[in-house]
């Protein structure tokens, strides 16, 4: 099993920064990725950055040039780096992890931007 604890979010102003955790332990195998994912209410999950374990990454269009995901390997955790966060960023974001023939969902961390 995978078990997966995301943090990170809180309150932030518009055009202000958070980073979000995504720690990872368990039954993690060397080929996998971790993807965040965020949701509003009523709306569909949407993909919003994911990383490799061979640190190959994408990111969905909205978030190009202000969101920046990595991953520290010896410590199982991958960051999402949000700047310039609007008030459309405001969701409950997920991480996903894939790998070894497990898939894991966090528990979600919420992300609120005042205008």
């Known amino acids: 099993q995978v078990h997966l604890v995301d943090s990170g979010g809180g309150l932030v102003q518009a055009g202000g920064s958070l980073r979000l955790s995504c720690v990872a332990s368990?039954?993690?195998?060397?080929?996998?990725?971790i993807t965040w994912y965020r949701q509003t209410p009523g709306a569909q999950r949407e993909l919003v950055a994911g990383i490799t374990h061979s640190g190959s990454t994408n990111y969905a269009d909205f978030v190009k040039g202000r969101f920046t995901i990595s991953r520290d390997k010896a410590e199982n955790t991958v960051y999402l780096q949000m700047n310039d966060l609007q008030p459309a960023d405001t969701a409950v974001y997920s991480c996903n992890f894939i790998g070894g023939g497990f898939r894991a969902w966090g528990q979600g961390t919420q992300v609120t931007v005042s205008s």
């Open positions: 368990g039954s993690i195998s060397s080929i996998n990725i």
